[in-house]
């Protein structure tokens, strides 16, 4: 993919999800899945009334985990900072493709916009040139879910 690509699927995804409001501290973790593994005052502390677009992929590598733990609002509004996160730095995001990849198969997703649903299936495609056709297998399903046309 090339720089310009890059740049631009970035500003889409700036684009479709909206700065504010930005969750409190009380909206971060889903409550059906924080009993489990505690309330992580780390990960609230780090995103509690931050906006998606002020973190750093530093910040987003030391809890790039528990993206797919966070309540559906929370995992909404933060999920775009781990997107333009791989289109940057594929490596550099490591372990977190597997949190936001989970998310979006297995969590409630809602209040996405036709324009999110639509900018999160060109990320999909970015994450499958990037990965290759050995991804196919665990973004397909992904995509069926969101409705988004074929990857491959």
């Not at 909404?76 to 977190?96: E, F, K, Q, S």
């Not at 493709?97 to 969590?107: D, N, R, V």
């Not at 990320?123 to 879910?145: H, Q």
Request: some cysteine; aromatic content about 10%; charged content about 25%.
């Amino acid at each position: 993919m090339s720089p310009e690509e890059a740049a631009a699927l970035v500003a889409r995804i700036k684009e479709a999800f909206p700065n504010e409001p930005v969750p409190g501290p009380d909206e971060i973790l889903n409550p059906d899945v924080s009993y489990i593994y505690g309330e992580d005052e780390e990960s609230k502390s780090t995103l509690a009334r931050r906006k998606w677009t002020s973190l750093t992929l530093q910040e987003i590598f030391h809890i790039r985990e528990w993206l797919a733990l966070l309540s559906p609002r929370a995992f909404t509004y933060y999920a775009p900072a781990w997107m333009v996160c791989y289109v940057l730095d594929p490596d550099g995001l490591d372990t977190g493709l597997c949190s936001i990849l989970m998310g979006l198969k297995y969590g409630d997703i809602g209040m996405r916009t036709p324009e999110q649903v639509q900018v999160v299936c060109d990320w999909l495609t970015w994450v499958y040139r990037v990965r290759g056709t050995r991804s196919l297998e665990e973004l397909e399903p992904i995509a069926k879910r969101l409705g988004c046309p074929y990857l491959g």
